[in-house]
T-cell receptor, first 114, second 116 residues
Framework: DTGVSQNPRHKITKRGQNVTFRCDPI?????LYWYRQTLGQGPEFLTY????????KSRLLSDRFSAERPKGSFSTLEIQRTEQGDSAMYLC????????????FGPGTRLLVL | GNSVTQMEGPVTLSEEAFLTINCTYT??????LFWYVQYPGEGLQLLLK?????DKGSNKGFEATYRKETTSFHLEKGSVQVSDSAVYFC???????????????FGQGTTLQVKP
């Protein structure tokens, strides 16, 4: 396994701009999760996919956030009209089959909104 | 709702000292419990897990026992090394809980600093 990869690793943007992050899960992992981690806190769940279907979204995911997983492979997370409060580490994780529980995390994308 | 509470850090120990990081949880059903570790500049890595009451997870000298009666999953290591310095997160999975997504609910993390 090559592991979960995320791009970019760092993103600095100005308030009001749109940003998009990409996550490539471990090959053939059915489930893909997005989490957000702010400084000094544990990761918080944002959304998850089983194959290409987005099955749950947290109340943390405002209308400005959208996530996709076309063809059940890589996933993108887009934030529109970024706000300073969106500054955080965005983590992606995948797990190998529906009943599996161990999630494998990527290195994260650190977003700074100026 | 489900939640995880960890002891606050930072925890500072000398090399070869005994480590305990407390973790308690609130959950419906019978969730699995995890410890993840985050080394400086790296992503979260699974350290150990336990899937049912009285199970003991262990890895790299660390261990934790799933205690249903006290709703706890404390992390212990008998002799820490400088290389153990990291942030440790306790988490539970709701795969057997309210929503069945398998999403992880994390504690706030405990920073461990081990001095030589």
């Amino acid at each position: 396994d090559t592991g979960v990869s995320q791009n970019p690793r760092h993103k600095i943007t100005k308030r009001g701009q749109n940003v998009t992050f990409r996550c490539d899960p471990i090959s053939e992992h059915n489930r893909l999760y997005w989490y957000r981690q702010t400084l000094g806190q544990g990761p918080e769940f944002l959304t998850y996919f089983q194959n290409e279907a987005q099955l749950e979204k947290s109340r943390l995911l405002s209308d400005r956030f959208s996530a996709e997983r076309p063809k059940g492979s890589f996933s993108t997370l887009e934030i529109q009209r970024t706000e300073q409060g969106d500054s955080a580490m965005y983590l992606c994780a995948s797990s190998p089959r529906p009943a599996a529980e161990t999630q494998y995390f990527g290195p994260g994308t650190r977003l700074l909104v100026l | 709702g489900n939640s995880v509470t960890q002891m606050e850090g930072p925890v500072t120990l000398s090399e070869e000292a005994f480590l305990t990081i407390n973790c308690t949880y609130t959950a419906t059903g019978y969730p699995s419990l995890f410890w993840y570790v985050q080394y400086p500049g790296e992503g979260l890595q699974l350290l150990l897990k336990a899937t049912k009451a009285d199970d003991k997870g262990s890895n790299k000298g660390f261990e934790a026992t799933y205690r249903k009666e006290t709703t706890s999953f404390h992390l212990e290591k008998g002799s820490v090394q400088v290389s153990d310095s990291a942030v440790y997160f306790c988490a539970l999975s709701d795969l057997d809980g309210s929503s069945n997504t398998g999403k992880l609910i994390f504690g706030q993390g405990t920073t461990l600093q081990v001095k030589p």
